[in-house]
């Protein structure tokens, strides 16, 4: 069962959740939930989450949703171009229709994620995709590394942009460039013969174009060849697709896969040539992840390289070393003492403590503020980390302790350890450590449900409480900083507020 589906911000328009659930998600220009009538939709819906490749979907469910994932070999690999592979892979009982994509799950040290590509041939036993090769494109980067017989796991093959009339004997358009021609060759094969058809091919020089030696096979077919930037001894067509565009005529089907750029500047020129919008078909790549440079990549699109495997660092540190070194510590009578570089093993630990919880306060303001810096929204996987870092410590320092002096237990429940203002603030602080600690994990949040965020909401408590206990001895560590957060916290409040209500004015 689905409670609630909600899209963040960093839509890039790539339109992969409306063409997989049109009913739930609509993109103009960014991708927006349209109805909040779930049911007999949930395969699609938890499909439109995973295949999005900036994670922007987040579906919120109860229990018994799952996905049937597939599996296949790879069984060869070919250079067409040498930027362009093509992937044969053996899978059982294979079925798709001749312009379907499929959606690959991958993983590699940015974490998992997935992309999708048009089937260019396929049989019952196998299917081949055509791969662009960039060398920023997470996609390709995964799939060129492909040995054979390696195993990829996949979703099965979605429609969207199909031939519309098969048996229509008059004459269809196709235009592409460099993988683009993988949907369109797949519809051309499937053709009957005498159907004509007429292909135009843009790729940017000469040896960027492929499949020729199966495109002359196809009977019925005019191929035209496009090249922007062709050597001087080439004698194909050069400079823009437009140019053509003149030889189609108004009533034709034309079939577009390109980039949205593109599909845009060739359907605007069809139309303002009286062609009817309606006979026009289109798939639109898009670069699903930017990459500016290493640095820059970081910042503004918050790709962290092993983000997973530093979340569990923080997590094994907080929870194997840190009780270990304040046991042995203690055990020496040297908790208040020089530590490394430090004056005081337990001011370190808290200090740890307070400035990992002021962290996880401020990323969400920080990335309700400015949005577009991505490492901000990459920053929020890690606060159940920080919370159990924080958590830790002040459960450690307080449970710990009574291994040393179980005496303690007994005054822990005296009046005076729960009276107003100070020790109320201390035991809370503690008490909120500990159910934090207990929650942050995805077997509590499974098991709590809706109850889990309410329980989270606790964390509140342990800051308040915390700012109040640290402000008594570094009142410079503190109030600067939590006069910070709370400014933070009232400015995303006003931006929300204003981006709110100019959602509502738009729609």
């Given at each position: 069962m689905i409670e609630k589906v909600e899209v963040i911000p960093w839509c890039i328009s790539c339109r992969t959740c409306e063409t997989v659930c049109p009913s739930i998600f609509h993109v103009s220009p960014k991708s927006k939930v349209i109805s909040h009538n779930y049911e007999g939709k949930e395969s699609e819906i938890l499909q439109a989450e995973i295949m999005c490749p900036v994670n922007v979907i987040k579906v919120q469910k109860k229990w018994g949703i799952t996905l049937n994932f597939q599996h296949a070999t790879l069984s060869k690999t070919k250079y067409l171009t040498n930027n362009i592979i093509e992937l044969t892979f053996e899978a059982n009982n294979f079925h798709c229709k001749p312009w379907q994509y499929i959606s690959l799950l991958m993983n590699d040290k940015w974490g998992e994620f997935s992309r999708s590509y048009s089937i260019a041939e396929h049989t019952n036993h196998s299917f081949i995709l055509n791969i662009k090769l960039e060398k920023y494109w997470r996609g390709s980067n995964y799939l060129k590394n492909l040995a054979?017989?390696?195993?990829?796991?996949?979703?099965?093959?979605?429609?969207?942009?199909?031939?519309?009339?098969?048996?229509?004997?008059?004459?269809?358009?196709?235009?592409?460039?460099?993988?683009?021609?993988?949907?369109?060759?797949?519809?051309?094969?499937?053709?009957?013969?005498?159907?004509?058809?007429?292909?135009?091919?843009?790729?940017?020089?000469?040896?960027?174009?492929?499949?020729?030696?199966?495109?002359?096979?196809?009977?019925?077919?005019?191929?035209?060849?496009?090249?922007?930037?062709?050597?001087?001894?080439?004698?194909?067509?050069?400079?823009?697709?437009?140019?053509?565009?003149?030889?189609?005529?108004?009533?034709?089907?034309?079939?577009?896969?390109?980039?949205?750029?593109?599909?845009?500047?060739?359907?605007?020129?069809?139309?303002?040539?009286?062609?009817?919008?309606?006979?026009?078909?289109?798939?639109?790549?898009?670069?699903?992840?930017?990459?500016?440079?290493?640095?820059?990549?970081?910042?503004?699109?918050?790709?962290?390289?092993?983000?997973?495997?530093?979340?569990?660092?923080?997590i094994l540190f907080s929870l194997i070393l840190i009780p270990t070194s304040w046991f042995y510590m203690r055990s020496q009578n040297d908790l208040f003492w020089s530590f490394f570089i430090t004056d005081n093993f337990m001011g370190l630990l808290y200090d740890i403590s307070w400035f990992s919880v002021v962290l996880v306060m401020a990323i969400r303001p920080l990335k309700d503020i400015f949005p577009k810096i991505g490492i901000l929204r990459t920053l929020c996987y890690y606060r159940k980390a920080l919370w159990i870092l924080s958590a830790t410590i002040i459960v450690t320092n307080w449970l710990w302790g009574y291994y040393f002096n179980p005496a303690w237990l007994e005054r822990y429940f005296l009046a005076a350890r729960w009276d107003i203002w100070l020790p109320l603030a201390a035991r809370l602080s503690e008490l909120t450590a500990l159910v934090l600690l207990l929650t942050s994990n995805d077997i509590s949040q499974k098991l709590l449900w809706s109850w889990w965020k309410r329980i989270q909401r606790s964390s509140y408590i342990y800051f308040i409480t915390g700012w109040i206990m640290a402000a008594q001895l570094f009142p410079w560590k503190v109030y600067p900083l939590m006069m910070t957060v709370i400014f933070l916290y009232i400015i995303a409040e006003i931006i929300l507020y204003i981006r709110k209500n100019k959602a509502k004015a738009r729609s």
């Open positions: 054979n017989w390696n195993k990829i796991t996949y979703l099965w093959p979605l429609w969207n942009f199909y031939l519309k009339n098969e048996d229509d004997t008059g004459r269809k358009i196709f235009i592409a460039t460099w993988t683009g021609l993988a949907p369109l060759y797949n519809m051309i094969i499937h053709l009957p013969k005498e159907t004509p058809k007429l292909l135009i091919f843009w790729n940017r020089f000469e040896w960027d174009i492929y499949y020729m030696n199966k495109l002359l096979l196809v009977e019925n077919l005019e191929i035209v060849l496009k090249v922007s930037r062709p050597h001087k001894d080439h004698l194909e067509s050069k400079w823009r697709v437009t140019d053509e565009l003149k030889k189609i005529e108004k009533g034709e089907e034309v079939y577009l896969c390109w980039n949205p750029h593109m599909i845009t500047e060739v359907k605007n020129h069809l139309i303002d040539a009286w062609h009817e919008k309606e006979k026009l078909f289109s798939e639109a790549f898009t670069e699903s992840h930017v990459h500016t440079g290493s640095w820059k990549d970081i910042i503004y699109n918050g790709s962290i390289p092993f983000k997973k495997e530093l979340s569990w660092i923080i």
